[in-house]
Antibody, heavy 120, light 111 residues
Framework: EVQLVESGGGLVQPGGSLRLSCAAS????????MNWVRQPPGKGLEWISY????????TYADSVKGRFTISRDNAKNSLDLQMNSLTAEDTAVYYC?????????????WGQGTLVTVSS | QSVLTQPPSVSAAPGQKVTISCSGS????????VSWYQHLPGTAPKLLIY???KRPSGIPDRFSGSKSGTSATLGITGLQTGDEADYYC????????????FGGGTKLTVL
């Protein structure tokens, strides 16, 4: 069974930093690209970052570019998101999401999410 | 504002059919595959449809997807109260700044 478990969320002050982690199990982690997707309170889903299976390709949404860094450790089956210079607009539930290639490419399995609240 | 446009809400009675639309452009839906997700608050979003019209294992055939040009549609037949959730479309977006984009979400109410 595919499992993605996020951790590291919490309350942080504006301008602060936070590091999220995602522990993956139930599949060959090193074979799959991964993403972070977030959902601000009362709003829709927003994709924020992608990392290929080998970490060779990394992309970010404009909203987080230059502030967030995605990384993975295939030996430890883990995905991280380092978030710096946080603002209130970064308050959201953050999801770790696996990507699968088929005829196209699509996110398939999602974690339960971890809540990040940026507030003074 | 989302790159993909969905109606904010739809509703129908139990047992009835509902469709949810997702409108985009040639930069996204027009040249890429669409997927659909069901999201109940407090839970992990679930993949319902991928590659426009394929269902993952375990997803009942009450759920269907289609695509035409720059629009896609999710259909749900035999509505159940348990289908009440938010539904999102998503696709690859070919631009310098975006990779994957979602619609704004549609709240389905089963009356």
């Amino acid at each position: 069974e595919v499992q993605l478990v996020e951790s590291g969320g919490g309350l942080v002050q504006p301008g602060g930093s936070l590091r999220l982690s995602c522990a993956a199990s139930g599949f060959t982690f090193s074979s799959y690209p991964m993403n972070w997707v977030r959902q601000p309170p009362g709003k829709g889903l927003e994709w924020i970052s992608y990392i290929s299976s080998s970490s060779g390709t990394i992309t970010y949404a404009d909203s987080v570019k230059g502030r967030f860094t995605i990384s993975r450790d295939n030996a430890k089956n883990s995905l991280d998101l380092q978030m710096n210079s946080l603002t209130a607009e970064d308050t959201a539930v953050y999801y770790c999401v696996r990507t699968r290639y088929s005829s196209g490419i699509h996110p398939d399995y999602w974690g339960q999410g971890t809540l990040v609240t940026v507030s003074s | 504002q989302s790159v993909l446009t969905q109606p904010p809400s739809v509703s129908a009675a139990p047992g009835q059919k509902v469709t949810i639309s997702c409108s985009g452009s040639s930069s996204n839906i027009g040249n890429n595959y669409v997927s659909w997700y069901q999201h109940l608050p407090g839970t992990a979003p679930k993949l319902l449809i991928y590659d426009n019209n394929k269902r993952p294992s375990g997803i009942p055939d009450r759920f269907s997807g289609s695509k035409s040009g720059t629009s896609a549609t999710l259909g749900i037949t035999g509505l159940q109260t348990g289908d009440e959730a938010d539904y999102y479309c998503g696709t690859w977006h070919s631009s310098l700044s975006d990779l994957w984009v979602f619609g704004g979400g549609t709240k389905l109410t089963v009356l």
